[in-house]
């Protein structure tokens, strides 16, 4: 096999084309609108039909990349990521836009859970949660950059990002299947799979200490998706924003908020803990995603956006970390958990911001800010679960 470092930056590259896809889209949807006139309703079900076709067709593909294999899920989810892509590049009509999107997520599916097990295959109970933090960041990235890639391709046309994202797809599909090497199954792991098949995954969320946890993460992650989903149409509808400025706007704050957790995410952690972090990422979000609203000038605009990304930016990492650190050798199951309450805020967030914004184009940007703010009473009552529960876990596992 190749070194665990060269395989980690496959994998993580691999994960976060498939969640570039998702915000390609973003900012050609204003064109997309005039041309084929669709509502705001249909454009938040169109963003939706990703995550919807991702959160169901994912158990099947995880059973499959343990049945079949981790590299060939990975490389078809790629091949099938491309040619999306490239589908939703040549498509005129909405149903095969749909059908785009929808295939899109089937490869999102593909490729999470092959290589969330690929991961947890290469590294150790040490090393895991570092690696699953990377994971997350890699998605995070990639479905926040996806805009500004995506408008910034547009200016050369509005179906360029998409098929730039589709050979971009099929080239990392081509590396993967040249450099990737199906790893050796750990063991381990599959024993703490096999002593826990018999427990209702949904029941063990209901019971268990990351209750709260993925709550918070179905929040922050709505309050995301409203916020960026709408993010094109809103300033178009309100400032006449052309896909160039979008991208700026976008990008710009990516990189802020990628910065700002490079220079501020350690060390808040240690003065504060994860969860007063949260607390305070939620607030910053909730007030900076209603500031939006009541924003008129240029600049203005700029500010409150990219301070909107340090909130969300500084949200996931102490979230994964917090889970990392309670979780033991629960590692899978967790990372299953975060992907899932992330798909249904992706799925749900669109939707009902796209029924509001036919409505008031304001409207999606009150509901999320209100639902963000529900989080931030949700960790007033959020407590950390003793370091004797911890102990008392693993040494069950280690039995």
């Known amino acids: 096999m190749k070194t ?42 169109l963003t939706a039909a990703f995550a919807l076709a991702q959160l169901i067709v994912s158990p099947f593909a995880g059973r499959a990349a343990d049945k079949w294999g981790r590299k060939i899920m990975i490389v078809t989810g790629l091949f099938i990521f491309g ?18 999107r929808i295939l899109g997520g089937i490869s999102a599916a593909f490729i999470m859970p092959a290589v969330t097990a690929f991961i947890a295959d290469i590294t150790t109970t040490e090393t895991r949660p570092k690696a699953l933090g990377y994971m997350s960041a890699a998605i995070s990235t990639g479905f926040i950059i996806g805009p500004g890639i995506g408008g910034f391709l547009a200016e050369f046309g509005t179906r360029v990002p998409f098929f730039f994202a589709g050979g971009f797809g099929a ?12 790893p050796e199954r750990n063991e381990d792991e599959e024993n703490i799979e096999g002593a826990e098949a018999g427990k209702s995954g949904f029941r063990r969320v209901m019971e268990s200490k ?8 179905f929040i922050a992650s709505f309050g995301l998706a409203a916020f960026e989903s709408f993010f094109s149409l809103f300033v178009d509808h309100k400032f006449g924003f052309k896909p160039a400025d979008i991208a700026i706007v976008i990008t710009g704050g990516a990189i802020f908020g990628a910065v700002s957790q490079i220079l501020l995410f350690d060390r808040l952690t240690r003065i504060w803990g994860e969860i007063k972090l949260i607390r305070c990422s ?7 995603v209603f500031l939006m609203t009541v924003v008129h000038s240029y600049f203005a605009i700029l500010l409150v956006t990219f301070l909107v990304f340090v909130g969300f930016d500084l949200f ?3 979230i994964t970390s917090y889970l990392s650190n309670i979780a033991g050798n629960e590692q899978g199951f967790v990372g299953g958990m975060n992907s899932m309450f992330t798909s249904l805020a992706n799925i749900s967030g669109p939707i009902i911001g796209g029924m509001l914004f036919d409505i008031d184009i304001n409207y999606p940007y009150y509901f999320a ?21 911890s102990k008392v876990v693993k040494a069950i596992y280690k039995e």
Do not use: C, D, Q
């Not at 800010?369 to 529960?389: D, H, M, N, S, Y």
């Open 210 to 217: 990351y209750f709260l946890a993925f709550i918070l993460i």
């Open 369 to 389: 800010a209100f639902v963000t703010a529900v989080g931030i009473g949700l960790t007033l009552v959020w407590k950390k679960p003793a370091e004797k529960a």
């Open 282 to 288: 939620l607030l910053l979000s909730s007030l900076l």
């Open 316 to 318: 996931r990492p102490a």
């Open 171 to 182: 080239l990392a599909a081509v590396l993967s299947l040249i450099l990737l090497t199906e």
């Open 4 to 45: 665990p470092k060269i395989t980690l930056g496959l994998l993580l590259t691999n994960l976060f084309i498939a969640f570039l896809g998702i915000g390609l889209v973003i900012p050609v949807l204003p064109t997309l609108v005039n041309e084929l006139g669709i509502t705001g309703t249909t454009i938040g079900y």
């Open 83 to 100: 040619l999306s892509e490239f589908l939703f590049g040549i498509g005129k009509e909405i149903e095969v836009l749909f059908v785009s």
